[in-house]
């Protein structure tokens, strides 16, 4: 018989035994019967043959039982991402606590630092020019903010120095409460940006207020504290 391409069945009937008339097909003339299968919207059943398109509710159940396992998978696959991403801040604040601890535990000594005695002066109502080296904040009722109005912290006590024409930007100040070791006492760390560098750094600072008690607020405490002690942490990634 010659080979035209498109398989048909003799007399429109399929064989007797369609999986050993199948098997004995040569390559090619088995790519073109399943060719032919597929383009006519049919597809194998169980016992290898044939399931008409009429059958549509099938395709619809198919089709539906597909699209219930891609969400399921979608789902899981979401969950799994999120859980992920969770475990790892989760476990990256462990240990950011326990370099804290360890950084206080080796490195800390009283360092007692005098106010900034030059001429401050305010511009664009964040930036705090000391001298050459700019300080900038980025919300003007922040805790850094007046520490750098106060003259508390100025680029001289910086850990590691600054260049004469660095701004650098002080933010996300956050009061490490569990180091902290009464009222009188306050420990922070906050995000030091320079221009020279691609990421921030991390510094600590220690504020003392003598006056203060337990019912005194974070900004009455600033008004009359000093800083004490300061280092460099970590360079963020």
């Given at each position: 018989m010659?080979?035209?391409?498109?398989?048909?069945?003799?007399?429109?009937?399929?064989?007797?035994?369609?999986?050993?008339?199948?098997?004995?097909?040569?390559?090619?003339?088995?790519?073109?019967?399943?060719?032919?299968?597929?383009?006519?919207?049919?597809?194998?059943n169980?016992?290898?043959?044939?399931?008409?398109?009429?059958?549509?509710?099938?395709?619809?159940?198919?089709?539906?039982?597909?699209?219930?396992?891609?969400?399921?998978?979608?789902?899981?696959?979401?969950?799994?991402?999120?859980?992920?991403?969770?475990?790892?801040?989760?476990?990256?604040?462990?240990?950011?606590?326990?370099?804290?601890?360890?950084?206080?535990?080796e490195?800390?000594?009283?360092?007692p630092?005098?106010?900034?005695?030059?001429?401050?002066?305010?511009?664009?109502?964040?930036?705090?020019?000391?001298?050459?080296?700019?300080?900038?904040?980025?919300?003007?009722?922040?805790?850094?903010?007046?520490?750098?109005?106060?003259?508390?912290?100025?680029?001289?006590?910086?850990?590691?120095g600054?260049?004469?024409?660095?701004?650098?930007?002080?933010?996300?100040?956050?009061?490490?409460?569990?180091?902290?070791?009464?009222?009188?006492?306050?420990?922070?760390?906050?995000?030091?940006?320079?221009?020279?560098?691609?990421?921030?750094?991390?510094?600590?600072?220690?504020?003392?207020?003598?006056?203060?008690?337990?019912?005194?607020?974070?900004?009455?405490?600033?008004?009359?504290?000093?800083?004490?002690?300061?280092?460099?942490?970590?360079?963020?990634?």
């Amino acid at each position: 018989m010659k080979d035209t391409g498109v398989y048909r069945f003799q007399n429109g009937v399929a064989p007797d035994r369609p999986r050993e008339w199948f098997t004995h097909l040569k390559i090619p003339q088995k790519v073109r019967v399943l060719r032919t299968f597929f383009c006519n919207g049919m597809r194998f059943n169980k016992i290898g043959w044939v399931i008409r398109k009429k059958n549509n509710h099938y395709i619809v159940l198919v089709k539906k039982f597909l699209t219930l396992i891609i969400l399921i998978y979608t789902v899981n696959y979401l969950s799994a991402q999120k859980n992920s991403k969770t475990d790892s801040v989760s476990n990256q604040r462990g240990l950011e606590k326990t370099w804290t601890v360890q950084l206080f535990r080796e490195k800390y000594f009283l360092q007692p630092h005098t106010q900034y005695s030059g001429l401050i002066i305010q511009t664009d109502k964040y930036y705090f020019h000391f001298g050459q080296k700019v300080f900038r904040t980025l919300d003007s009722d922040s805790v850094l903010y007046t520490l750098c109005k106060l003259g508390i912290l100025y680029p001289d006590i910086i850990p590691g120095g600054m260049a004469s024409t660095d701004t650098t930007t002080l933010t996300y100040l956050v009061e490490i409460k569990y180091l902290n070791t009464g009222p009188t006492v306050r420990r922070f760390h906050f995000n030091l940006n320079m221009t020279r560098l691609s990421n921030p750094i991390v510094d600590f600072i220690e504020l003392t207020n003598k006056n203060a008690t337990e019912s005194t607020s974070l900004f009455d405490f600033i008004k009359d504290a000093s800083l004490t002690f300061i280092v460099q942490g970590w360079i963020m990634m």
